[in-house]
């Protein structure tokens, strides 16, 4: 009969999508990811086979949680990023585009038109996700991943990006 639009609670939403065995899989952990994933391993959890990225929107926020992700993931793992738009101040899509893209295969990363729209000063900006293929992340693109990012270190300007974005939202 064609797409339908649900309101649905994420448990809902999995309940009527997801097998019994996959959701018995899925454990969502929300935290600063600052002070939990450097714990991640330690604390006995497994090595991550699916990363969902949704925190902060800036740059130096994408960069930090893909980094933080990389380094406990499983060989194979797929990485999910929520706010994949351009809408300014946003720098999920310029990460993706820019810095993870360009160091897996073509085909690796897939923009998805979710069909949101976020409102903005300028009118609708079209809000999107991104996913990266696991099958491309191989032990060898991934490490290959983290010492780019690492090396990298975040730009000064796109950690003050952050913080402003901090406090403006903390201001409402």
Known sequence: TGPRLMRLSRDAGWAAHLAPALRGRIRCVT???????????????????????????????????????????ADGCSLIFDDYTDRPGYGVKRFVDEVVAPRLPAGAVEALDTGAWDVTEGGRTAH?????????????????????????????????????????????
């Open 31 to 73: 935290g600063d990811s600052r002070r939990l994933m450097p714990r991640w391993l330690r604390d006995g959890r497994p090595r991550v086979e699916c990363a969902f990225i949704d925190a902060g929107h800036d740059g130096w926020s994408v960069r930090h949680d893909c980094l933080a992700a990389l380094r406990v993931a």
């Open 128 to 172: 999107g996700m991104a996913i990266v293929d696991g099958a491309h992340l191989t032990a060898q693109r991934r490490q290959a991943l983290i010492a780019a990012l690492a090396a990298g270190g975040f730009a000064r300007r796109d950690a003050l990006r952050a913080a402003g974005q901090r406090v403006r939202h903390a201001l409402g």
